[in-house]
């Protein structure tokens, strides 16, 4: 089992940035993968980001690429979002998950095997 909490979400204005941070506990060696998605109201989870723990290969959604940026500290377990030049858009309940495959499509939300609770990003025009 793999648990994982998020922190760092709030109201920002338009324009603004946030970090949102993931911390990992339990067995976190079987974790080849970590990503974020959002659910915004009425909505389905979309992809937004995910880091390969090992070679750091990253991905991200062309609607975040150039003002998001994933990165992950191996050795506090610990991924991280940082949310730049946000938009009312981006306004969403943001969830990270973790992968144990090391072959999966990491833009596939059914490609993970564990989820955090949510943290709610809202950001104002």
């Known amino acids: 089992q793999v648990q994982l909490v998020e922190s760092g979400g709030g109201l920002v204005q338009a324009g603004g940035s946030l970090r949102l941070s993931c911390a990992a506990s339990?067995?976190?060696?079987?974790?080849?993968?970590t990503g974020w998605f959002r659910q915004a109201p009425g909505k389905e989870r979309e992809f937004v980001t995910a880091?390969?723990?090992?070679?750091?290969?990253?991905y991200y959604a062309d609607s975040v690429k150039g003002r998001f940026t994933i990165s992950r500290d191996n050795a506090k377990n610990t991924m991280y979002l940082q949310m730049n030049n946000l938009k009312p858009e981006d306004t969403a309940v943001y969830y990270c998950?973790?992968?144990?495959?090391?072959?999966?499509?990491?833009?596939?939300?059914?490609?993970?095997?564990?989820w955090g609770q949510g943290t709610q990003v809202t950001v104002s025009s």
């Open positions: 998950a973790a992968d144990i495959s090391p072959s999966h499509n990491r833009r596939v939300a059914g490609a993970y095997d564990y």
């Open positions: 339990g067995r976190t060696f079987s974790v080849y993968a």
């Open positions: 880091i390969a723990w090992f070679g750091g290969v990253t």
